[in-house]
């Protein structure tokens, strides 16, 4: 079992959602945080409830100019990073006949190019610390490839391979790499998520909201990672989107049927 | 005459290796082919290689002003693109260490962004056709994170991601999505793959130069075709083996692929 007592966690998209749950469940471990987002005040508010040593530095995730100097001020206000959660991100509504090129772009970004530059600036320490742990928060679409998430399953899919390759790379430096791919959590995802146009989806009856709670989320995500889990699936057992996972190792063709049931019939002249 | 007479079929990456060899084979079968890819004499001496009906297109992939022209003329030839080849791509041999973060800008543009934009263009006649196929050269990259080739992986499995999710969209008005993911084929591309800053290598690797030759990959590939497979893996061996284990036991594999990620490392 891992501790987190004492360790030093940075979590990017902690102002809600998963990362806000993340950063409670690490407050109430014995972490230390850094949380960082867009919204400063939105993150005083989460650090509020955390019970911990708390260091905000809310940054732009795609202004890949400022990232080595965020990384530098995170690193010498704490003595070093222990665990990076990659859980920022966006998602997408909208079919790909009607997804403009530059929304690919963006979900591309944010989703993948973000996470990928943080990480590489936060990597050499902890390789020459021979210890580290990377957490990159992925989703059911970085395995399954789902109608009106294209470029949402692109990202996400790519950063699964990118991880992937990270962990078979990391592992004899002693720095740990985890993929978690929750299903449904009840966050603001489908409400910020793009439409084709780059446009905001904004309020919808998506099945997200019926999903478990951040906090349970959170518990989920913490309790695999104290076992080492290299793979952490994150929703309600049994539930349809978590049984994909499964449907997908054991018999794609099956899921790719099934998929395509699920995509929406859209008529077109 | 064959099982693709008359069918309209544009290839990318079609100078050499794979497809190459995907022409000259529909070409056999009675196709009227399209030629891309960057070299206009590479392509010249590949129609001279045809039997059937050549176009060479040739142009940039990432020149993506430019390709809606390109698309334009690609339709114009025949009246419309029954099947998309997206097979042009470059691989990458670089511990993530030691790759630049241009290197995987370079990657994901090449890999993901050149084929999506190329079937952006051609899916809207397809769909009022009701009728067309979208083929996507991946690799066994894009199903296992690979040593040596973190941005590789992450553009291939964007693509798997795509085009899975292209399949579930558009299947019902009757296009074909297919995903084949080759393991190592006698080609040029660990030759041709990019180094951690970027250069291109220049020498190929044992993995490659031990693999299928491309003529046994081209007939898994059109075994596969034939046989209406949506996913077309292109490998045998213990590569083969790695893809059946990453369905069956995810963990194992990953144990498998850090013991490569250590052995590469002493020889960095």
Request: hydrophobic residues 45%; aromatic residues 6%; proline residues 4%.
């Amino acid at each position: 079992m891992v501790d987190f007592a004492g360790k030093t966690v940075w979590i990017t998209g902690a102002s809600s959602g998963i990362g806000a749950g993340l950063a409670t469940g690490f407050a109430r471990a014995g972490a230390r945080l850094v949380l960082s987002g867009r919204r400063a005040e939105a993150l005083a508010e989460v650090a509020g409830r955390c019970q911990a040593e708390v260091l905000l530095l809310p940054f732009e995730a795609t202004d890949l100019e400022a990232l080595p100097a965020i990384v530098a001020e995170a690193e010498a206000k704490t003595g070093g990073i222990d665990i990076l959660v990659n859980n920022a991100g966006i998602s997408q509504r909208s079919l790909a006949l009607d997804t403009d090129f530059d929304v690919y772009r963006r979900v591309m970004e944010v989703d993948f190019f973000a996470p990928l530059r943080l990480t590489q600036l936060v990597l050499p320490a902890m390789v020459a610390r021979r210890s580290g742990t990377l957490v990159n928060i992925a989703s059911v679409a970085g395995k399954v490839g789902s109608p009106l998430r294209s470029g949402y399953c692109a990202a996400k899919h790519a950063m699964i391979g990118w991880s992937d390759t990270l962990r078979a790379e990391l592992a004899q430096y002693g720095v740990g790499v985890h993929v978690v791919t929750p299903g449904f959590v009840a966050t603001g995802i489908a409400l910020a998520a793009l439409k084709g146009d780059g446009s905001e989806n904004g309020p919808n009856d998506d099945p997200v909201s019926g999903g478990i709670s951040t906090d349970e989320a959170a518990t989920q995500i913490l309790a695999a990672l104290a076992l080492g889990t290299p793979e952490i699936p994150v929703g309600r057992a049994g539930a349809p989107e978590m049984q994909l996972l499964d449907l997908k190792r054991g018999d794609p063709v099956q899921l790719f049927k099934l998929m395509e049931s699920l995509a929406p019939r859209v008529a077109r002249a | 005459m064959g099982a693709y007479t008359d069918k309209r079929i544009w290839i990318t990456g079609a100078s050499s290796g794979i497809g190459q060899a995907l022409a000259k084979r529909f070409s056999d079968e009675g196709a009227a082919v399209i030629l891309s890819g960057r070299r206009s004499d590479a392509l010249e001496l590949v129609a001279m290689a045809c039997r059937g009906a050549t176009l060479e297109l040739p142009f940039e992939a990432t020149d993506f002003e430019a390709l809606p022209a390109i698309a334009e003329r690609a339709m114009a030839w025949r009246g419309g693109i029954d099947i998309l080849v997206n097979n042009a791509g470059v691989s990458q041999r670089s511990l993530a260490v030691d790759t630049d973060f241009e290197t995987y800008r370079r990657l994901m543009e090449v890999d993901f962004f050149a084929p999506l934009r190329l079937t952006q263009l051609v899916l809207p006649a397809m769909l009022e056709r009701k009728a067309g196929q979208i083929i996507f050269m991946a690799s066994i990259a894009g199903k296992i994170g690979g040593v040596l080739r973190s941005g590789y992986s992450a553009a291939k499995h964007a693509m798997i991601g795509y085009a899975d999710a292209l399949r579930a969209e558009n299947e019902h008005a009757g296009i074909k999505v297919t995903v084949i993911t080759p393991g190592y084929v006698r080609t040029n591309i660990a030759i041709n793959a990019l180094t951690g800053d970027g250069g291109v290598r220049g020498q190929s690797d044992d993995d490659i130069d031990g693999g299928l030759r491309v003529s046994e990959a081209v007939t898994m590939i059109f075994d596969g075709l034939a046989a209406g497979r949506r996913e077309i893996p292109v490998a045998r061996g213990p590569i083969a083996e790695a893809l059946k284990l990453k369905s069956l036991d995810p963990d194992r594999l990953f144990d498998v692929m850090s013991a490569q990620g250590a052995i590469e490392a002493m020889r960095r």
